[in-house]
């Protein structure tokens, strides 16, 4: 075993008070792309960017197109929680993991049983009306055809954090908490590209912050402990 994953193993044995702060890159062994890396969904070829489509005035302004990239790229049917997913579910069971603090919108924390989970970009398996803020059953926005309407007339749109929105301050509130008062930090399948999301990290004021991630990231040097293997890999290990 790599020996940063014994130490990281280690680490955890002695801990009961590890968070987890995690992005895409938790979820493409479940068989949903990430958006930078090179397959990523940020480097495929849309009409527009689809950074540009993930954004408030798009989603105004283009309603259907932004629904014919959401239910293309989006939802996946069939995704699975895989081996990352269900053993920080694990280790919230027994009593080690204070909280899962997600970029991510796919909802495969709770599927894999993670009970304390802190959605930053909310998640596609909620809908709510984008006029009178009526929730709806995500099954019509997620699987229907056409724009989703709500019987006030206002269109239906997911619950999640699009570009130029704020994040829920009760949800970025409490990731600060567990995060200032962490023993053990990991931080997993993140380019910590996206703000405020990875500000959060610099809240962490102990001397365990572990990073798990493919590639480089702009926190590399901040970390005390750095794995640059598959996450689903590493976490099978600990
Ligand atoms: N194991 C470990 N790391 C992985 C794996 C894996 N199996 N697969 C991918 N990665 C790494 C990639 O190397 C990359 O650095 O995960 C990272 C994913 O980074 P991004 O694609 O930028 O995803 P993320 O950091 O979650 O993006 C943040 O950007 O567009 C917004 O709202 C969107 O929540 C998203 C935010």
């Known amino acids: 075993m790599n020996e940063n994953i014994l130490k990281l193993k280690e680490w955890i044995a002695n801990s009961d008070n590890v ?12 068989g949903i792309p990430d958006f930078r890396s090179v397959d990523g969904l940020y480097n495929q070829k849309w ?3 689809p950074e540009t489509i993930l954004s408030h005035s798009f989603f105004e302004r283009y309603p259907e197109e932004y ?20 053993r920080l579910a694990e280790l919230e069971r027994e009593g080690k993991l204070r909280a899962v603090i997600t970029q991510n ?6 599927a894999a049983g993670s009970k304390n989970v802190l959605e930053l970009h909310g998640s596609i398996l909620r809908a709510y009306c984008s006029r ?18 709500c019987s006030c007339g206002g269109i239906i749109r997911p619950d999640i954090v699009l570009y130029e929105e704020p994040l829920d301050q009760d949800i970025v509130s409490s990731a600060v908490h567990y995060i200032r008062n962490a023993d053990v ?11 405020p999301a990875a500000g959060l990290i610099n809240y962490y004021r102990g001397n365990k912050l572990a990073l798990v991630n493919l590639s480089e990231t702009p ?4 970390a005390d402990l750095i794995i640059h ?10």
Not at 132 to 149: A, D, F, I, S, V
Not at 229 to 238: A, D, T
């Open 219 to 222: 926190y590399d040097h901040y």
């Open 19 to 30: 968070v987890f702060f995690g992005g895409a890159g938790v979820s493409t062994e479940s």
């Open 132 to 149: 009178c803020r009526r929730p709806y059953p995500q099954e019509e926005m997620n699987k229907g055809t056409g724009l989703p309407r």
């Open 47 to 49: 009409k527009y960017p």
């Open 105 to 110: 919108i796919d909802g495969l924390h709770q």
């Open 229 to 238: 293997e598959k996450i689903g890999e590493v976490f099978s290990q600990i």
């Open 67 to 86: 629904y014919r990239f959401h239910r293309e790229k989006l939802v996946i049917d069939g995704v699975q929680p895989n081996r990352a997913h269900l």
């Open 185 to 195: 930090l990991i931080i997993g399948g993140t380019s910590l590209n996206v703000y």
